[in-house]
Nanobody
Framework: QVQLVESGGGLVQPGGSLRLSCATSVSIFSLNGMGWYRQSPGKQRALVATITSSGSTNYADSVKGRFTISGDNAKKTVYLQMNSLKPEDTAVYYC?????????????WGQGTQVTVSS
């Protein structure tokens, strides 16, 4: 079983920064990958950024150059550094973990943390 707990959300003005954290209950080494997704009212949950156990990263076009995903294996935590925030970034951000079992792949989700970008 994998437990994910997000933190770091809040209210910030446009152009500001926030750092989200996702603490896991298992070693990051045991996961194939982790990522951040976000969902705004009336929209489907969308991928923001992912990172594999080997350190390879991927970003949505809308956040490239502004957001950075990273991991700290010792702390069993994945981060999302968000800079130059825009009102369009307002959403609930969810942490995701992916792991392959003998029965097949499985996704785990955190409860989400609210990020609001507003003047």
């Amino acid at each position: 079983q994998v437990q994910l707990v997000e933190s770091g959300g809040g209210l910030v003005q446009p152009g500001g920064s926030l750092r989200l954290s996702c603490a896991t209950s298992v070693s990051i080494f045991s996961l194939n990958g982790m990522g951040w997704y976000r969902q705004s009212p009336g929209k489907q949950r969308a991928l923001v950024a992912t990172i594999t156990s080997s350190g390879s990263t991927n970003y949505a076009d809308s956040v490239k150059g502004r957001f950075t995903i990273s991991g700290d294996n010792a702390k069993k935590t994945v981060y999302l550094q968000m800079n130059s925030l825009k009102p369009e970034d307002t959403a609930v951000y969810y942490c995701n973990a992916y792991r392959t079992y003998s029965s097949g792949p499985f996704n785990y989700w955190g409860q989400g943390t609210q990020v609001t970008v507003s003047s």
